[in-house]
């Protein structure tokens, strides 16, 4: 493999393959090989889950145990017919699911599922952007746009006020989210994804320890951030038919719902960087457990750390799909004031004492 | 049934069953016992009630334990706020209307209101007929309101000072009123009244001549013949037209 | 309601009052209820209730058919609860023809009526919680609801439209082990309904969401003629089974729960008491059960005395159901009323949605607890 990627290198020359051949072929394996699988088996994740939480089987039709599901339900969406209300604003009805999905995507640029490679191993990340957290902020807050812009143009006075309720939504724990994520950022010293987990490293133990109020708000803020139940008000079936995506069809309607997965998935990545150490194993302090960085498997072995990164994803979908499993939705009022009153104060407060205690020790 | 005496209830069956012959034979073993109506002049509610209100309550009789009385028109609403504010009937159960085309007025709303300290239900009539309109009692009882709409939907009796006298459970416009005794069962021909540009008259749904799923198409609205130039290419009338205006 | 002006969506962010229609196509309305509102964002200003989608003209079919064969037009109005519906249309003619149903049968319509009183409820808690947003009690009450419907299919054949009651008594008697598997599921009852009120109770969400919503008051509720657990949550302790007592009713212990606020929490937790004590009440009969005929001695062909009326009501598990019949002498009814529950009691929606915000109107609409069939007859 080294071979011939010398070989393409001479090919190109350096310029065109490190700037144009290898993020491209990072891009496809991020997106093909990780992202895109993790969010469908996410979706029958769940709901085998939410089956095995209400004592019901969930989808077991198709294929062993009901595997291909997913499959089956984006063929299905395929499938469907394509309806544009007459009276929607069309371009816009079209740009929406696109401004949902795009933003998702391109946050996985920065998001490091592995280490970076030294010598001949891989680098698992498409690049180490010095700013990323600034950059994953800003590109999930460009997924609201896509929402609010759904709901106006579906021109229906309930994808209206699910948009209007997105937009207060999703701004209002921005916040909250956005000022969580300074505490870890204050200890690692770096916004670089990669500088954090490395930061873990060096300071030996999962920041989640010292920034447990940070993570609090941060996971509460996310769960509303990707409405998701108790916060799935823009979408609230009983209340709002379907909320913003209520007059979207087949595969546009298959965007949304991507979309919601792919910013779960985000969220749970960011949270695991932040949080949990990133691709690191459990414990990374405990040398009588070194055996779980998995060197004895030889050259699998620079696989084993994605595999803990998609472990830690997955422990934080659990908690979405328990989350909802077992909630009732909160009402809006009250949500406003949960991220006003309650998160904003504690993520200010957990920033003070960071800081406090870095300007101390 | 509720009025039976408890002890005699318990008595199981299969002792009845060897008394049987016995004078103490049980009750739902004996011929049915029809009630019959007892005079209630002399119940101290209607007395209260004949005090209050004078000449309102023509009659009162009781079945089953049931108080029923006959109150007139002009009576009803002094009756009725008699009855809530005096004698503590709170608890609005039901407005009803009925048919009885036989007599003079053939309307009746019946009214049942209830005591919850004393447990006594108590029934009132007022007769009214097509024209005549009854006092609506929504100000005494708000209850009223949707039982009155129902009974004006049902059988086209009309409520004075209803807030909000509209058909309630039949669409708007409809065109007869369906509990009375002379409506069809099967019912009747209500698209030429609601939707005229589609039926034509007796080519509804439900008509003598056959039902409206068998319509092909809504006949063309009656257009004056203006130059409807080529409105119709493959339609006879339109061709015609076209022809007869070049 | 006033009317928005023509048209559009450019004058739409103009308005500050909107109308929308809610319904009746709309997953939370229980059927197919429709509602004009008025909203000023989410804040519902006005409500105007709009029924009888779903009107089958029962009232007219009552008069077509004999006294027997109107049963099963009782089954088709409140769908979730036949049994209520039978055992107050049956009662009605009783009382009209003088019948006295035998003991036996009492207590078979007692351990019906209030396994049916059960599986309403569920079917309620299921709805009102999967409104609020809670979803997995949906499937903990159908997983208890599904044992009752088999314990009814058991004994009429039928699972919803039940038609298991006749005037003058029962038309079949029990099945062989009926009562034990009866019992059984009575008795693993109470711990079910521990599991629905450990995921809803005490949480905080569902608190915050139902607590002061919706807020009826007892002066209120009397005028308005609501009855049943709407009008106990309000604190008023009126209960039909205990106030005029039929059939078994007044032989088995219970206790009516009654609620203090009259919010949508206290109408909550008045139902779950209410589960409680119709599984005592049914274990109750069960064991009392006497031995007997269960059918009473009745003319072959029932006809009303002529020129007479009555009203009977017995306490549904939606409020009061009651029928007027009026006798002229023949096998039909010469009229016949039903007082619906659903409908009395769906008369107060727009003063209790007056000032909530949309979510509150849907948590109402749950608590109402209405069954369109029944509003529309």
Redesign the interface.
Same mark, same amino acid.
């Given at each position: 493999m080294g071979g011939l990627l010398e070989g393409v290198r001479e090919a190109l020359g350096d310029t065109l393959f490190f700037y144009a051949f290898s993020p491209l072929v990072k891009i496809v394996v991020v997106m093909f090989i990780l992202v895109l699988p993790l969010v469908t088996a996410m979706i029958l994740i769940e709901r085998k889950l939410l089956g095995f939480m209400q004592f019901r089987t969930g989808p077991n039709r198709v294929g062993p145990w009901g595997l291909l599901q997913p499959f089956a339900d984006v063929i299905k969406l395929l499938g469907k017919e394509d309806v544009i209300p007459r009276e929607a604003v069309k371009w816009a009805f079209l740009l929406a699911p696109c401004l949902v999905v795009g933003p998702m995507f391109v946050i996985f640029a920065v998001i490091p599922f592995g280490p970076p490679g030294e010598g001949e191993s891989l680098n698992f990340f498409i690049t180490d952007l010095n700013v990323a957290a600034l950059f994953i902020l800003a590109m999930a807050t460009l997924g609201v746009y896509g929402i609010i812009i759904a709901g106006w143009a579906s021109n229906s006075k309930f994808s209206l006020m699910g948009g209007l309720r997105a937009a207060a939504q999703m701004v209002s724990y921005e916040v909250p989210q956005g000022l969580s994520v300074v505490g870890p950022l204050i200890l690692a010293g770096s916004m670089s994804m990669v500088d954090i987990v490395e930061a873990q490293r060096e300071a030996q133990i999962w920041f989640i320890f010292p920034q447990f109020l940070a993570f609090f708000v941060y996971l509460v803020a996310g769960v509303a951030e990707t409405n998701r139940n108790p916060f799935d008000l823009p979408e609230a079936e009983t209340e709002l038919v379907a909320g913003f995506h209520t007059e979207y069809t087949g595969m546009r309607f298959a965007l949304f719902f991507l979309g919601e997965y792919g910013n779960m998935v985000v969220i749970s990545a960011v949270a695991s960087i932040l949080f949990l150490g990133g691709w690191m194993r459990p414990f990374p302090n405990v040398e009588a457990l070194a055996f779980l960085d998995g060197a004895w498997l030889g050259p699998l072995a620079m696989f084993v750390p994605l595999l803990w990164f998609f472990v830690k994803i997955m422990i934080f979908m659990l908690i979405y799909v328990w989350f909802r499993g077992t909630f009732p939705r909160y009402r809006f009022d009250q949500l406003m004031a949960l991220g006003w009153k309650w998160l904003l104060p504690l993520a200010l407060l957990n920033i003070f004492l960071t800081g406090l205690i870095k300007l101390v020790v | 049934?509720?009025e039976?005496d408890?002890e005699e !209830? !318990?008595?199981? !069956? !299969?002792e009845?069953?060897a008394e049987k012959g016995v004078e103490a034979k049980?009750?739902? =073993?004996?011929?049915?016992?029809?009630?019959e109506?007892i005079d209630a002049g002399e119940d101290e509610l209607v007395l209260a009630l004949r005090d209050s209100c004078p000449d309102a309550v023509s009659s009162a009789h009781s =079945?089953?334990g049931?108080l029923?009385l006959v109150v007139t028109r002009e009576g009803a609403l002094a009756v009725a706020s008699s009855l809530k504010e005096d004698l503590g009937f709170?608890?609005?159960?039901?407005a009803?209307?009925?048919?009885y085309p036989d007599r003079e007025e053939r309307f009746e709303v019946?009214y049942?209101v209830y005591n919850?300290d004393t447990?006594r239900?108590v029934?009132f009539k007022i007769a009214t007929g097509e024209e005549v309109a009854v006092p609506s009692l929504t100000g005494v009882?708000?209850?009223a309101?949707?039982?009155e709409r129902?009974a004006y939907d049902?059988y086209g009796i009309l409520f004075e000072g209803h807030p909000d006298l509209t058909?309630?459970? =039949?669409?708007e416009g409809f065109n007869g009123y369906? =509990?009375r005794k002379e409506?069809p069962?099967e019912g009747i021909d209500t698209g030429a009244a609601i939707y005229p540009e589609y039926y034509g008259p007796e080519q509804g749904p439900i008509s003598g001549v056959g039902t409206g799923w068998m319509v092909p198409k809504p006949p063309e609205p009656v257009v004056e013949a203006a130059e409807s130039d080529e409105v119709g290419a493959g339609e006879g009338e339109g061709e015609g037209e076209g022809e007869s205006s070049a | 309601m006033s009317e928005l002006p023509e048209k559009g969506p450019e004058t739409l962010f103009d308005l500050k009052e909107m109308e929308l229609n809610f319904g009746p196509q709309h997953p939370s309305t229980h059927g197919v209820l429709r509602l004009k509102l008025k909203v000023d964002g989410e804040r519902v200003l006005d409500c105007y209730p709009i029924?009888?989608y779903l #009107?089958r $003209?029962t009232?007219?079919l009552f008069e077509?058919h004999p006294y027997f064969q109107n049963v099963p037009h009782t089954d088709r109005m409140d769908y979730v609860a036949a049994a209520t519906n039978n055992l107050a249309y049956c $009662?009605a003619v009783? &009382? /009209?023809? $003088?019948?006295?149903?035998?003991?036996?049968a009492?207590y078979i319509r007692t351990i019906l009526c209030e396994l049916q009183r059960i599986s309403s409820h569920l079917l309620w808690l299921a709805t009102h919680a999967i409104d609020i947003g809670a979803m997995t009690p949906f499937f903990y009450c159908f997983r208890e609801r599904e044992l009752i419907l088999d314990l009814f299919e058991e004994y009429c054949g039928a699972r919803l439209t039940l038609n298991c009651m006749r005037p003058g008594?029962q038309p079949h008697d029990l099945p062989l082990g009926w009562t034990d598997r009866c019992l059984e599921f009575v008795e693993s009852f109470p711990a079910h309904v521990d599991e629905y009120e450990g995921l809803l109770t005490n949480n905080r969400i569902w608190k915050t969401r139902t607590i002061g919503i919706g807020v009826l008051p007892p002066? /209120?509720a009397?005028?308005?003629?609501?009855?049943g657990p709407m009008l106990r949550g309000s604190g *008023?302790d009126?209960d039909l089974r205990k106030?005029?007592?039929?059939?078994a009713y007044?032989?088995v212990e219970f206790d009516v729960p009654l609620g203090k606020n009259g919010d949508t929490y206290d109408r909550y937790l008045v139902r779950m008491a209410e589960m409680r004590q119709s599984g005592r009440i049914i274990k109750q009969c069960i064991d009392k059960l006497?031995?007997?005929?269960i059918m009473? &001695?009745?003319?072959r062909v029932l006809k009303a005395?002529k020129d007479?009326? *009555?009203?009977f009501?017995i306490e549904g598990p939606k409020g009061?159901i009651?029928f007027?019949i *009026?006798g002229d002498g023949t096998t039909n009814p010469y009229?016949c #009323?039903v007082?619906a529950p659903s409908?009395?009691n /769906?008369?107060a929606l727009p003063d209790l949605v007056r000032n909530h915000l949309l979510a509150d109107l849907v948590a109402i609409i749950g608590t109402t607890d209405i069954v369109l069939g029944e509003v529309?007859?």
């Open positions: - | 049934m509720s039976k408890p !209830a !318990a008595k199981p !069956a !299969a009845a069953g049980p009750p739902w =073993l004996e011929n049915p016992v029809v009630p109506w =079945l089953e049931d029923s709170r608890y609005f159960v039901d009803a209307g009925a048919d019946v049942h919850i447990q239900r029934r009882w708000r209850g309101n949707w039982p129902e049902m058909r309630i459970l =039949l669409w369906p =509990l409506f069962v | 029924i009888g #009107h $003209g009232e007219k077509l $009662g009783e &009382k /009209l023809c $003088g019948l006295v149903t035998p003991p036996r009492r008594g002066e /209120l009397l005028d308005y003629g609501i009855s *008023v009126w106030a005029r007592p039929y059939e007044d032989e006497p031995e007997g005929p009473a &001695k009745k003319p005395p007479c009326e *009555v009203y009501s009061e009651g007027y *009026v009229r #009323h007082r409908f009395i /769906l008369q529309d007859r």
